[in-house]
């Protein structure tokens, strides 16, 4: 190695980067409304990761599926998506009534934006993350103190949050994980909320707040442009049904009628919190699930979690 790249790396590592482009970039997400601004965060934060190597394996446990923390890197660039879930903690922790918020970030990849993007305009904020990757959590480590933000990390947990014991769990005011995937199939969000809300304090704030999966006779894209939907479940209907009797709630939806140049599709709507909702196509992970059914028959939904998955009629049909 070069000895310019080694000063260059002696650099990086020891100097926070400036403050007012974090500032700059926080506050876009927040408020603004350019849509560059999630790749104009990747493209700074990853400069500032330019000596590590992120993963391309994805984990696979029994509970589900973790993306690979490239992958999890390349989630802030879906603008929406990562507005919804940063604008929604913000309103959150404002919400709470004191400055001096604790949050808990599950699944916080190696960019871990929910904080790199919150923490400069809520100072006195603390944030404890968790994260099933050893790679993802060493690269979030290396950023968080590279953008001068280790003041307000209070741990950085290695950890699969489907069987690990929360330290200090009654602490926190607010839990925010993004873990999954449209449908609620693949990904760990219902296991790991199963696992840990149950530890922490009962009005503890989750983001996301809801998520709804719907039967939906769709004409365009768009959620505008649905016509007419059907509840299958919420995640509320979900973990309250698993909590009480250990197992998921099954139910019989009709399909709603669909004309000829329709089509019917599961769609997934999240509400992050009150009104900050990621709407059906707004990212992929409330993208439309095409489904077929016979005109007039009833379909049965009932969810599984080893691995987490949406069945239709007993099946799983669908990536
Ligand atoms: C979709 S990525 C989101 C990353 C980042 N929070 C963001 O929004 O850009 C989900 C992250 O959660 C982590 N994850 C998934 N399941 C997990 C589990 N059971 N325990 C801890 N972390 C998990 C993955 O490794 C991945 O880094």
């Known amino acids: 190695m070069k000895i310019c790249s080694i000063f260059f790396l002696l650099f990086v590592g020891l100097m926070p980067a400036p403050a ?8 876009e997400m927040l408020f603004g409304a350019d849509t560059s601004c999630s790749r104009q965060c990747y493209q700074y934060f990853m400069s500032l990761l330019s000596d590590q190597r992120l993963e391309t394996e994805s984990i696979l446990t029994p509970n589900g599926v973790a993306i690979s923390p490239e992958a999890a890197a390349g989630c802030m660039l879906e603008h929406t998506r990562t507005q919804v879930f940063v604008r929604a903690l913000y309103q959150a922790a404002k919400s709470v009534g004191k400055e001096d918020v604790k949050i808990l970030y599950v699944g916080c990849g190696p960019l871990a934006p929910f904080m790199t993007l919150t923490a400069p305009l809520l100072p006195k904020a603390r944030y404890s993350l968790v994260e099933i990757s050893e790679n993802a959590a060493a690269s979030a480590g290396v950023l968080i103190r590279r953008l001068g933000l280790q003041h307000q990390l209070d741990t950085l947990i290695v950890a699969d949050a489907t069987a690990m014991q929360v330290p200090g769990a009654l602490q926190y005011d607010i839990i925010i994980t993004e873990t999954m995937d449209a449908g609620l ?16 304090k009962k009005d503890v704030v989750l983001i996301p707040e809801e998520v709804t999966l719907e039967l939906v006779c769709s004409k365009n894209t768009g959620h505008e442009a649905y016509q007419e939907r059907r509840l299958i479940f919420t995640a509320t209907d979900l973990l309250h049904c698993y909590f009480e009797t250990g197992k998921f709630p099954e139910t019989e939806v009709l399909p709603p009628p669909c004309a000829n140049n329709a089509k019917s599709v ?9 009104d900050i909702y990621l709407y059906p196509e707004a990212s992929a992970i409330t993208r439309q699930i095409p489904i077929r059914y016979i005109p007039g028959k009833a379909l049965h939904f009932a969810y599984s979690m080893t691995p987490p998955r949406l069945l239709v009629d007993g099946r799983w049909r669908w990536r």
């Open 20 to 27: 007012q482009d974090l500032d700059r970039l926080a506050r």
């Open 185 to 200: 199939n693949g990904e760990m969000m219902i296991p790991i909320l199963i696992h840990i809300l149950p530890q922490l």
């Open 266 to 274: 599961i769609c997934t709507t999240v509400r992050a919190f009150r």
